[in-house]
């Protein structure tokens, strides 16, 4: 066993382990790279190493090759599969920690940009600036103007928790339909995703 490195150094090793990760049933290699969205030689690449390092095991059915996590491997069951599984829980986590460090509580928060895009929970597509896109939605202007006073708070425990810097936007519910918010309202109909509350 030589560590991490050889298993999580390369984003195509990270791209096969999410898609093996989340699968049910072994796959087969082109089932990977298909989920995987990689190129057929990286994700064979990939495979290949994995299975090398013991991390993932390769079943042989006629002429395909089955791949899945090695239950046995330290690493697999110790490192890999719960940072993973943290991964999975990204949204969720950063709905508590807004809901914590913002007061008086926004009736809804919506995140957009790379975040928001990315095929991953909380993983942002290559070469994107680490930036949290963060609207969050109040009752009244008055609920929206205290909220600034928790600004500094929440960008801060944004940072230390996630290593993101954030840009966030308050609104309420009054001025929401504001002409100067219509190009964010079209951007969070396109790729936001609601991380709690519910929109009017």
């Not at 999580?8 to 791209?15: I, T």
């Not at 202007?141 to 954030?166: C, P, T």
Request: charged content about 25%.
């Amino acid at each position: 066993m030589q560590g991490l490195t050889p298993i999580l150094g390369r984003q195509s090793h990270l791209a096969v382990l999410r898609v093996i990760h989340h699968a049910d049933t072994p796959l087969s290699g082109r089932e990977v790279q298909r989920a995987s969205g990689l190129s057929n030689r990286a994700a064979m690449q990939a495979l290949g190493n994995l299975t090398a390092e013991g991390v993932l095991l390769k079943t042989v059915q006629g002429n395909a090759h089955f791949f899945s996590g090695n239950p046995r491997h330290y690493l697999w069951t110790k490192a890999v599969r719960p940072a993973l599984d943290a991964e999975v829980g990204f949204w969720d986590d950063l709905r508590k920690t807004v809901r914590r460090h913002m007061h008086p509580k926004p009736e809804a928060a919506i995140v957009t940009g790379p975040l928001a895009r990315s095929p991953e929970p909380g993983v942002r597509p290559p070469n994107q600036k680490d930036i949290l896109e963060i609207h969050l939605l109040f009752a009244t202007g008055r609920l929206r103007l205290q909220a600034y006073r928790s600004l500094d708070r929440l960008r801060e425990n944004l940072r230390a928790r996630y290593a993101l810097d954030s840009r966030v936007t308050f609104m309420d519910i009054r001025t929401m339909d504001d002409p100067e918010f219509s190009p964010l309202w079209t951007r969070i109909a396109r790729e936001g995703i609601l991380v709690f509350g519910k929109l009017p």
